[in-house]
């Protein structure tokens, strides 16, 4: 539909001012709106391609992110309650950081790419990311922390979701320019992402790995860790069947010329 087509074109243009018109109007003329939804999303999915094509940058992600949640907030009241959706995440700035741009690019993609996002905001508690995770079966926790003196917080939420229990039951996803793979093994987390493209690549391998149907892309190798596990749980001679593989955790990185969350 033409209408659904300039929804797309709209947010790949980063076209603010249009996007709340163009959706009221596919809403006028009884498009559905989970399509509109899906016109919304393929023009974040192109938007991210063009992200990592280094055509668009930061400021242009977070103006396609305004464009998308404009039209999110406009579809709401007609979205069907129950939607299904690729996993649930709990997302938030750590305990500390006032930071939030790069977390919120992360959420809007996310979204646009089905995952249901409970964004908590920032400055939060790992109490409150506990809690979060318990009332809504989380399968993945979210963490942004821009600065240094807060990174320590993602080891605190790691700690807290130890205790209560629901550690093996979530992966731990951070980002933020202090950050690399290394550090944030250290700090309890089982990935770092370098930008919000990459966030929702190593999301949806996750769940991939949990059950679901392998991405189309091409098959990475588990982590060391999860092939041993593998090898000690393998019959001595029948081979079986491996669940699709985790995303690969990539190698430690300077600090230097991240992408904030």
Known sequence: MADLAKIKELVVKLEIDDIEKAVKDALDAKIPAEEILKALSDGMTDVGKLY?????????????GECMNTGIALLKPFLKAGRS???TIVISTVKGDLHDIGKNVAATLLTSAGFNIIDLGKDVEPKDIVAAVKKNNADMVALSSLLTMTVVEIENVAKALKEAGLRDKVKIICGGAPLNQELAEKLGADYNCDDAPQGVEVATKIMAAKGGAAPAAKKEA???????????????????????AEPKKA????AAGKKKK
Do not use: F, I, N, T
């Open 85 to 87: 959706s690729k996993g």
């Open 251 to 254: 190698a430690a990185k300077p």
């Open 52 to 64: 990592e094509q280094k055509e668009y940058y930061l400021p242009e992600l977070v103006l396609a």
């Open 222 to 244: 588990k982590p060391a860790a999860a092939k041993k596990e593998e090898a000690k749980a393998a019959p001595a001679k029948k081979e079986e069947a491996k669940p699709a």
